[in-house]
T-cell receptor, first 114, second 111 residues
Framework: SQTIHQWPATLVQPVGSPLSLECTVEGTSNPNLYWYRQAAGRGLQLLFYSVGIGQISSEVPQNLSASRPQDRQFILSSKKLLLSDSGFYLC?????????????FGDGTRLSIL | DAKTTQPNSMESNEEEPVHLPCNHSTISGTDYIHWYRQLPSQGPEYVIH???SNVNNRMASLAIAEDRKSSTLILHRATLRDAAVYYCILRDAVGGDKIIFGKGTRLHILP
């Protein structure tokens, strides 16, 4: 069966520090991968999605970036965190590029910026 | 992705059925209707999806209006564990590789 792993579960970082969040998927090949952010009390915002290795689409301009160095690995990064980067970060995967396929989410990383 | 409209919040008594409505008047012919739910401090969980016909699975039922401009997620017997935010989402054939989440409906279950 397919599984998705995100780590760390929680993270506290000072303003201006770098960030690296990792997401890996097991049990499937060539998944579509996604990064979402959810600010406190708000809905999910799509940040990046990828349909293959090295292919990244950005939905919202920001100081975050994403990379997909391997088929089932998706990394969210920042060189300098801002206070506004606080939130709940979620990675998700789906099969292929069909609207009938659901997305499966990880357990998320709760990021607090001090 | 086309927009959906859901009530901000709903309440239901435990062990009773719950009908969660969603309006999507601008739905196109190729849009699928998806439902997800998010429990507190967790990632969203896929619930059900459909195109034209009503759908049933172990979690819920999806009733789709004949004109497809609205749908209803039905939880047949609500439990306290069903308290969550429920999202109704449209996914089309062109933008099928991403989901745009709205604010959803916060469902409160009363014991």
């Amino acid at each position: 069966s397919q599984t998705i792993h995100q780590w760390p579960a929680t993270l506290v970082q000072p303003v201006g520090s770098p960030l690296s969040l990792e997401c890996t998927v097991e049990g499937t090949s060539n998944p579509n991968l996604y990064w979402y952010r959810q600010a406190a009390g708000r809905g999910l915002q799509l940040l990046f999605y990828s349909v293959g290795i090295g292919q990244i689409s950005s939905e919202v301009p920001q100081n975050l970036s994403a990379s997909r160095p391997q088929d089932r690995q998706f990394i969210l990064s920042s060189k300098k965190l801002l206070l506004s980067d606080s939130g709940f970060y979620l990675c998700a995967w789906s099969v292929g590029n069909s609207p009938g396929q659901p997305q499966h989410f990880g357990d998320g990383t709760r990021l607090s910026i001090l | 992705d086309a927009k959906t409209t859901q009530p901000n919040s709903m309440e239901s008594n435990e062990e009773e059925p719950v009908h969660l409505p969603c309006n999507h008047s601008t739905i196109s012919g190729t849009d699928y209707i998806h439902w997800y739910r998010q429990l507190p401090s967790q990632g969203p969980e896929y619930v059900i999806h459909g195109l034209t016909s009503n759908v049933n699975n172990r979690m819920a039922s999806l009733a789709i209006a004949e004109d497809r401009k609205s749908s209803t997620l039905i939880l047949h017997r609500a439990t306290l564990r069903d308290a969550a935010v429920y999202y109704c989402i449209l996914r089309d054939a062109v933008g099928g590789d991403k989901i745009i989440f709205g604010k959803g409906t916060r469902l409160h279950i009363l014991p």
